[in-house]
């Protein structure tokens, strides 16, 4: 009954990576995506995603890292391109207007030129791209439709929209995936979107360390609790967690074409 972490951040977990890695083998997890937020963190990725074989990586800025070098950084982005392994996406990257403090009208134009050059780029690899979005949606959804980029490519991790937001996305062939915060009491919303995107295209995360699962939630989040957010969902879809594993598992290595590690 193994499982795939399709979003986490195993650069944060510094020398206990190891433990945490045996922790996610105890607990059937079979893959890790560890996903690159700014340039620093990029070789440290490349590296882990060296040394352990199920383990794969991404390569983007996050909106809140969008600095004033963020262009010559998107340079060194497409190097990892020619890197072996290569990034097996391109991302988290997207937009994110919570709590900005400063000149909000320069900050979030930023985000958006940032936003549309990393898509470009996306799109001239023609690879997986994860999205990060959070009071952004209307925004992310038109630069994405301008992009051109295919709909099919697109995940808007840690999905926390409505239901009627995941059937914009998925009408165009995109999809959500969900974090341990479809486990939370007051998630509603997020259940109805899960259910409203049903499992063909469902995808399950972590996103560690952050957004750990009930009944570890207010803990550090690492890729073995993705097992507590997979039994909370297999109910909710009327799946066994066997079905639910089988089929997270397949749209995760049919969406990051995980066939070949690059």
């Known amino acids: 009954m193994n499982l795939i972490d399709t979003h986490c951040h195993l650069d944060f977990f510094g020398n206990e990576l190891d433990s945490i890695l045996q922790h996610a083998k105890e607990a059937a997890v079979e893959v890790m995506i560890s996903c690159g937020t700014e ?14 074989a ?6 983007g800025i996050h909106p809140t890292n969008v600095t004033p070098n963020w262009e010559t950084d998107l340079e060194t982005l497409e190097q990892f391109f020619t890197k072996i392994p290569r990034p097996i996406a391109m991302g988290e990257f997207g937009l994110d207007y919570h709590g900005i403090e400063g000149d909000v009208t320069t900050i979030i134009s930023q985000q958006k030129e940032a936003f549309r050059q990393q898509l470009l780029i996306a799109r001239k690899y023609d690879c997986p791209i994860i999205i990060h979005s959070r009071n952004a949606f209307e ?7 301008q992009s051109q980029c295919n709909w099919e490519n697109i995940v808007i991790h840690c999905f926390s929209e409505s239901a009627e937001m995941i059937r914009e996305i998925n009408v165009r062939g995109g999809r959500g995936s969900f974090t341990g915060i479809v486990t939370y009491k007051n998630a509603e919303k997020i259940r109805q979107a899960l259910l409203t995107q049903g499992v063909e295209r469902l995808m399950l995360e972590t996103d560690s360390p952050y957004l750990a699962p009930i009944p570890f939630r207010s803990k550090r989040n690492e890729p073995s609790f993705i097992r507590e957010t997979a039994r909370y969902v297999a109910p909710l879809l009327g799946l066994s967690e066997l079905e639910l594993s089988t089929t997270t598992t397949k749209n995760a290595k049919s969406f990051f074409r995980m066939d070949t590690k690059y």
């Open 39 to 52: 340039a620093t963190d990029w070789p440290l990725h490349h590296e882990i995603a060296s040394r352990y």
């Open 54 to 59: 199920h383990v794969h990586y991404s390569v």
């Open 139 to 145: 925004d992310c959804k038109t630069l994405i439709d």
